[in-house]
């Protein structure tokens, strides 16, 4: 059994593909902050961040729509803040019944919902866009030399590394959970809600158990090739001065933005 | 049997062709991610048959056996006992055909012996009592009835792997599907697994990369690569074709 | 199967730039504290060890079991993170996992990472961890699984209201929606939380009880921390009914403090011209009641807990 | 080769006795939990040695490879190179001793192939470009130059094993030692995998429950059972030996 599904990087041969992963991270960084400092309703600063993203897009090589599609994720969230269609003070722009409750939206609050939604779906568009042209351990590189502490990069890189092993694990415990989720005629099957929630926490502590002790499995290997405390590695990344140019670039655009998101 | 894809083919022993057990018909089978694991594969089980699954890694074995009861596919090409597979006889079918997986760690995630082989029947509704009697005689035949108090995490890989069988036969299903039953077991626990096996009155269905155990145990043997079915047949037979054995990554025992 | 994200994971864009600083500020101050202490406990194992379970929080995410009309109930994991490696390794490992869901999967976003961690990590170890600390002289198994269950319960809660407040101060919803929305949700969530927990830390009783004993890593300074567990616990059960029951009062309070001008309208204006906050007489009296509220039930408790160490 | 203890002896094939690699003496060691793992275990190991180590489940043989490098015990009945293990060499020791575990996934701990067989040289704390050549060669010798940037999760389970062989490779070691290598891999992979293990020109102490790679690829082949030694010899002695084998749950390949 092998569960690649995690993996979100996708092998091209690009101009952002070839950056290097700080240049990516910090631009993403910059440009989501910039559009959560846009006002409501610059329709205008969106658009230009839109067409940045676009342009990333295109150097990347992944299609136009590639981000585009991957980035209803963030919309069920949405319906948390669904509530200031209504309660914002402003012109009634429409007004229905729904139930017991006259509900009217306002033009503020239309302006407002509008606004977080589109900010959203531009910030989780990059962040899509860096990890589908970022592998992820030179992401973990980039926050190394972006200096995060290393004990967190190292927890993370090791996670990355037994996500996979771990996830397949957990598959396959709940294939056999399935295989033998039986009924017999006559009889009701399934068991109490507690009992399979039991059942479930169990699963649980049967990994636990066995990632404890995998974990002390891997203490020994990695003493035995001479770790003694300290992590070294070896530094794969260097800015070059394309590098250097495209962050300046992407930082001097965002930055337009915000002023026509101002003007 | 007839196959609509070219391969050898020897003759099939024929016990009892009415009492239909397992047929699978022109199965396809591709994971989410394109990967096409299974081509037209097309096979017949019958009652009481011991069957041997042979295959080089990748070939399709574990995802065959996941089709047979319902973990993947189920899109009515598999018919166990006379019923199609079917959403809505996945639990019925699921009592019939006891699979057991690879890595006996996976098939046992509680605590104790006794809760993971009643597992199956408490999950099927039988009443407290038909559960212990199933329970005591599924540790019974696999000869661990003095383990039923144990902690599982605490058994050894040969004990875990008959303890897995229990979980199954506590279901008491028609056909026991076995995946690669001897791997990891040291010549001792082999052993017993293998007497165990030989005992066992119940079709099987058992892939395996241990060519000894295939000549030992299993008349008939399947052999897969790269998702079809390209060999079917007489063990004996299918073990002195050479040709046939390298060509998909096998030796002979 | 697929991964399938958690509703309390707020993506980008939902929060303002001063409520993300504010708990990027919060949450780097802990993780440091976090960073030095299972320096000194766990020593050279911890990078392993903590890498691992990270995983393992992760995978076990994934483990669900059927309620009822095609909902299932899973694990955050938050509780049972600082339950088995101790509150500071188990900030850790969460922090760990919240940021490989948003950095892989955009489950929860990048710049709001900080309040993720702060709401779905800290509180949640804090809390889990604290809570079931409080018994730990006793020495039955059955009172300390109980606990462990009401402190993942609360873990989940305490997520959720915060979650709900950072929200609200953004501008994103109103208190008297969001607050109960979120808590109604979380109590179910948190059901499945607390069953799933006590029935893993059972397994883990029965099989390994020398991982949750005394003498293990999880056990560090477990006084202090039954006491700062206990107290956030605490302010969240008083604090939500009042909060969904009497939403002015918390609003005005916010008003007052200049919170709600900040989230709302100019982000340049993070410091607006307030001066120190004048408490209304409502605010005043709620406050008030609440922190006597807080001291009684905090006195009863750790007068129960003195007598079940003094039978123990 | 003198033991204090009463097994079977053969007679020992000498490879230049002087240049003497690894010699352990009378060896004992308990788990914290009481249980006794090795009881008095001597053995020497000449350059060059290719040795098998076999025995049951639970005899005590992967107890004492973790011994070899000084991961349990180092109470100094364990001599490399005429170096006793000691806690200041141990850092030397682990250069010299190469341990491969048995689950590759617990031996390839980094995202990436290159970082994972970079680990020990940089450990070592080799200078930049002494670590890149270095993994060059280990992937060299394991045939695996093409994979240095590819991610571990992705390769196969044989892959795997190669890479895990290469990441103790990388550290130039003078003994290797491998805990069942050919667990789990299927006919093919198992193929590559001897064929590796019989090019790579390096004194090896094997374990496995493999009869027939034992036979195929080593010389000299010691018994375990219970945490003894319980015989030390000539393959091809010790395979003809029904009663040994069979007293220790072994079996003729
Ligand atoms: N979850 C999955 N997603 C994608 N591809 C998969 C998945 N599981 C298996 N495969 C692929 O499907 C093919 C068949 O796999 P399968 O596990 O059935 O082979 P097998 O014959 O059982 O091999 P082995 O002898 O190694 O157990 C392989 O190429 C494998 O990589
Ligand atoms: N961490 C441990 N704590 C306590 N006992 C242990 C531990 N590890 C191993 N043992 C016990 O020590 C004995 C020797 O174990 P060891 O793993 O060395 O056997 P082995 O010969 O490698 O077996 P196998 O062929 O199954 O790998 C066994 O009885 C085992 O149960
Ligand atoms: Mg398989
Ligand atoms: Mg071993």
Redesign the interface.
């Known amino acids: ?1 092998h569960f ?5 990087y996708h092998e091209k041969e690009s101009f952002i593909h070839h950056l290097d992963p700080r240049v990516k991270v910090v631009v ?2 910059v440009f ?2 910039s ?3 846009l ?1 409501d309703g610059a329709w205008m600063a969106f658009a230009f961040a839109w067409l940045f993203l676009l342009l990333a897009n295109v150097f990347s090589k992944l299609g136009l729509t590639y981000t585009t599609k ?1 980035s209803l ?2 919309l ?2 949405a319906f ?2 669904i ?2 269609l209504f ?1 914002m003070p402003g012109e009634p722009v429409a007004s229905f019944k729904l139930l017991m409750w006259n509900l009217t939206i306002t033009d503020t609050g239309l302006l ?1 919902f509008v606004s ?9 568009q990059l ?2 866009l860096l ?1 589908a042209t970022t ?3 030179d ?2 590189h980039a926050f190394e030399h972006l200096r995060v ?1 290393a ?2 990069t ?14 397949d ?17 006559g ?5 109490g ?20 002790e ?2 002390d ?13 300290h ?4 530094n794969p990344h260097e800015m070059q001065s394309r590098d250097y140019f495209v962050t300046a670039f992407a930082i001097a655009v965002i930055f337009i933005v915000q002023i026509i998101g101002r003007l | 049997m007839p196959h609509s894809h070219p391969h050898t083919t020897f003759s099939i022993p024929k016990n009892n062709e009415d009492a239909l057990c397992v047929q699978v018909r022109d199965l396809h089978f591709s994971y989410p991610d394109g990967h096409m694991a299974l081509e037209s594969v097309s096979l017949k089980l019958c009652d009481g048959d011991k069957v041997a699954l042979v295959g080089p890694n990748g070939a399709g074995k574990s995802t065959l056996m996941l089709h047979l009861n319902g973990i993947l596919g189920a899109r009515g090409e598999v018919e166990i006992r006379g019923q199609r597979l079917t959403r809505d006889n996945l639990p019925a079918i699921r009592a019939m055909v006891g699979l057991v997986f690879q890595n006996p760690d996976d098939q046992l995630f509680s605590p104790t012996v006794f809760e993971d082989v009643a597992f199956g029947p408490l999950h099927m509704g039988l009443p407290e009592e038909d559960v212990r009697a199933r329970v005591d005689s599924a540790l019974e035949a696999v000869r661990m009835s003095s383990y039923k108090d144990r902690l599982s995490h605490h058994l050894s890989v040969g004990e875990k792997k008959r303890i897995a069988i229990a979980t199954v036969l506590s279901m008491n299903p028609s056909i026991l599907i076995l995946d690669e039953p001897s791997a990891g077991l040291d010549p001792r626990a082999r052993r017993t697994l293998i007497n165990l096996l030989r005992e066992l009155p119940i079709t099987m269905l058992v892939s395996t990369h241990d060519m000894r155990l295939v000549q030992e145990l299993f008349p008939r043997t399947i052999v897969m690569d790269e998702g079809r079915v390209v060999a079917d047949g007489l063990t004996s037979e299918i073990l002195e074709d050479e040709k046939l054995l390298t060509a998909h990554g096998l030796e002979k025992p | 199967m697929h991964y399938s994200p958690v509703p309390m994971h707020i993506p980008d864009g939902f929060l303002t730039i001063f409520v993300s600083v504010i708990c990027w500020g919060i949450t780097i101050f802990t993780l440091g504290l976090s960073i030095s202490k299972t320096n000194k406990a766990l020593g050279e194992k911890q990078i392993p060890l903590m890498g691992v379970m990270a995983a393992f929080i992760f995978a076990a995410q994934m483990i669900n079991f059927p309620v009822a009309g095609g909902t299932s109930g899973h694990l955050l994991g938050g509780a049972m993170a600082a339950i088995v490696l101790g509150p500071w390794a188990g900030m850790l490992v969460m922090t760990a996992v919240i940021a490989v869901q948003a950095l892989l999967f955009q489950d929860g976003g990048l710049v709001v990472m900080g309040a993720n961690i702060l709401n779905m990590g800290l509180l949640t170890s804090a809390v889990g961890y604290g809570l079931y600390r409080s018994v730990s002289g006793q020495s039955n198994n059955k009172v300390k699984l109980a606990v462990a269950g009401v402190a993942a319960w609360l873990s989940v809660m305490t997520g959720a209201l915060i979650t709900s407040l950072e929200l609200w101060l953004s501008g994103i919803s109103d208190l008297q929606v969001v607050v109960p929305a979120m808590l109604w949700v979380h109590a179910v969530i948190g059901l499945g939380e607390a069953l799933i927990t006590v029935s893993a830390l059972g397994f883990i009783f029965r099989t390994r009880p020398d991982l949750l004993g005394e003498g293990s890593e999880s056990a560090m300074g477990s006084r202090n921390w039954a006491y700062v567990g206990g107290l956030i616990a605490l302010i969240v059960v008083l604090f939500s009914p009042f909060a969904s029951s009497n939403p002015d009062g918390l609003e005005r309070v916010a008003g007052d403090l200049g919170f709600l001008n900040a989230g709302q309208s100019a982000p340049y204006s993070i410091i607006p011209d307030y001066t120190l906050p004048f408490l209304g007489e409502t605010a005043l009296s709620t406050i008030a009641a609440g922190v006597i509220g807080v001291l009684v039930v905090g006195v009863i408790a750790i007068l129960i807990g003195r007598g079940m160490k003094a039978k123990a």
């Open positions: 059994m690649d599904a995690f993996d979100r993403t960084i989501i902050v559009n959560a400092l006002p991957r994720i963030a069920p969230f948390i803040a509530t200031i309660s407002r977080i939604l589109i900010r959203s779906w531009l910030s989780v962040a899509i990890v592998r992820f351990p992401l973990i502490p004990i967190l190292t927890i993370i890189a090791f996670l990355y590394r037994y996500l996979f092993v771990l996830t694990e957990v598959l396959r415990l709940m294939r056999a959970r399935e295989s033998r989720s039986a009924a017999s005629a009889n009701r099957s399934g068991g809600v507690l009992w399979r929630a039991k059942v479930a926490g169990n699963m649980a502590g049967q990994l636990f158990l066995r990632s404890y995998r974990s499995r891997i203490y020994n290997a990695m003493l035995s090739r001479g770790y003694t405390g992590l070294y590695t070896l």
